[in-house]
């Protein structure tokens, strides 16, 4: 039973260009939101999180939007940087239990 | 200001062993959650402490049972090992439960 789906496995955009990344949940309890950023051979890192009563928040390059009547959420990056490169999670919490998605491997193209 | 640490960061066992993985909390964090990722997938929530005592539980079996010291420190510990418990087992911890969560690097378990 995933709560939390990203069904885009993978994306590959140029430095500089906007990467968009997608999430939708079927949850409808869920009130908490967050991105993670994983590299290989380390734990996820936080980037940044929403809470239900917004529709969007901002931490320097990175935007995360949230559409509650679609039940969407995304992580907007801008610029992308090569750094960037890594595998995205989306995670959603109603209470203390985060629910997961199956994570995008972002790849940015110098 | 130290981050979630666990250990250790790789476990080779056998089926029916029984495994103890640890976690030391970021610095200030009372609540420790413990995951399991598999390949290609994301971080499945087993359960999570706070206050020495499990306040809730993920769709596991019994078979994986957790502990919570005074210091805020926690133990994974499962038993009855199967092939299918290869993962990677994350600790991730945060204050009170209810915030951000942060994550330790992880324990990669193999069981042969």
């Known amino acids: 039973d995933q709560q939390v789906k990203q069904n885009s496995p993978s994306l590959s955009v140029q430095e500089g260009r906007i990467s968009i990344l997608n999430c939708d949940y079927t949850?409808?309890?869920?009130?908490?939101f967050l991105w993670y950023k994983k590299y290989p051979a380390e734990g996820p890192t936080f980037l940044i999180s929403?809470?239900?009563?917004?529709d969007k928040n901002e931490d320097g390059r990175f935007t995360v939007f949230l559409n509650k009547s679609a039940k969407h959420l995304s992580l907007h990056i801008v610029p992308s940087q090569p750094g960037d490169s890594a595998v995205y999670f989306c995670?959603?919490?109603?209470?203390?239990?985060?629910?997961f998605g199956t994570g995008t491997s972002l790849t940015v193209i110098p | 200001d130290a981050g979630v640490t666990q250990s250790p960061t790789h476990l080779i066992k056998t089926r029916g062993q029984q495994v103890t993985l640890r976690c030391s909390p970021k610095?200030?964090?009372?609540?420790v959650s413990w995951y399991q990722q598999a390949l290609g997938q994301g971080p499945q929530f087993i359960f999570q402490?706070?206050?020495?005592?499990?306040?809730q539980r993920g769709n596991f079996p019994d078979r994986f049972s957790g502990h919570q010291f005074p210091n805020y420190s926690s133990e994974l510990n499962v038993n009855a090992l199967l092939l299918g418990d290869s993962a990677l087992y994350l600790c991730?911890?945060?204050?009170?439960?209810?915030?951000?969560?942060?994550f330790g690097p992880g324990t990669r378990l193999l069981v042969l």
């Open positions: 991730a911890s945060s204050l009170r439960g209810r915030e951000t969560q942060y």
């Open positions: 949850n409808s309890m869920f009130d908490y």
């Open positions: 929403i809470s239900s009563i917004k």
């Open positions: 995670a959603a919490s109603a209470g203390n239990q985060f629910y």
């Open positions: 610095s200030g964090h009372d609540t």
């Open positions: 402490y706070y206050e020495e005592e499990e306040r």
